[in-house]
């Protein structure tokens, strides 16, 4: 009696076959779903291929600049004082295209480009932050005479001496021959700004003159 309730060898094996093949079928199945999952995510190819980005800019104080990537270079957003807006719009610096003639920005995009604002809204500015001469990273340089006695603020090349108003146009003698790109952008709420493609899903493959 005693014998017949405990379980035999060939019992046994056949326990550790099932066990053993469900361990493997779900080893198997989690192993399927990961690169499925990974299929949903944006690679760093997409993003580096000019894959739109979201920025939040609602902590972004007056006068003060932050860096992003979109498509592997830099782009600023500069939240401008109304000091700034004011030297841009009532400019008498010696500009080399003071209104932005030079296809610098996607044409579908509203950018006050008469006033020299160059923004969707006045006091964001947008822009790639690449010098049009031969590439180099120019600083922003606010201050007035940080750069020489009749430098009002603006972004220096510190490279070959490239000048650029705070709305990102080059001043006339400088070895950069055109303004800095203003790239496809549209805000999607009033602190988010989406970088890469307008509101209708267009420019997404734009290219400027100068990168």
């Given at each position: 009696m005693d014998d017949k309730r405990k379980p035999r060898p060939v019992d046994r094996r056949r326990r550790r076959l099932i066990a053993a093949?469900?361990?493997?079928?779900?080893?198997e199945v989690a192993a399927a779903t990961v690169p499925f999952v990974g299929s949903l995510l944006p690679s760093a190819r997409?993003?580096?291929?000019?894959?739109?980005?979201?920025?939040?800019?609602?902590g972004l104080e007056p006068g003060k600049l932050m860096t992003v990537s979109w498509r592997s270079k830099p782009v600023w957003i500069l939240r401008r004082t109304a000091a700034e807006l004011r030297k841009v719009e009532h400019s008498t610096l010696d500009l080399s295209d003071p209104m932005s003639q030079v296809p610098q920005q996607p044409p579908?995009?509203?950018?006050?480009?008469?006033?020299?604002?160059?923004?969707?809204?006045?006091?964001?500015?947008?822009?790639?932050?690449i010098c049009t001469h031969l590439g180099c990273i120019p600083e922003y340089r606010p201050q007035a005479g940080s750069v020489g006695p009749d430098w009002p603020g603006g972004f220096y090349c510190p490279c070959h001496g490239s000048k650029y108003d705070l709305s990102g146009r080059v001043l006339a003698g400088s070895p950069a021959p055109i303004n800095l790109p203003v790239p496809p952008y549209y805000f999607e709420?009033?602190?988010?700004?989406r970088i890469g493609e307008l509101k209708d899903g267009s420019d997404l493959n734009w290219q400027p003159k100068g990168w």
């Open positions: 093949t469900s361990a493997v079928g779900a080893i997409a993003k580096a291929a000019g894959a739109p980005v979201q920025v939040n800019v609602s579908g995009m509203n950018l006050h480009l008469d006033s020299g604002v160059r923004a969707v809204r006045p006091d964001y500015l947008v822009l790639v932050g709420s009033p602190g988010l700004i």
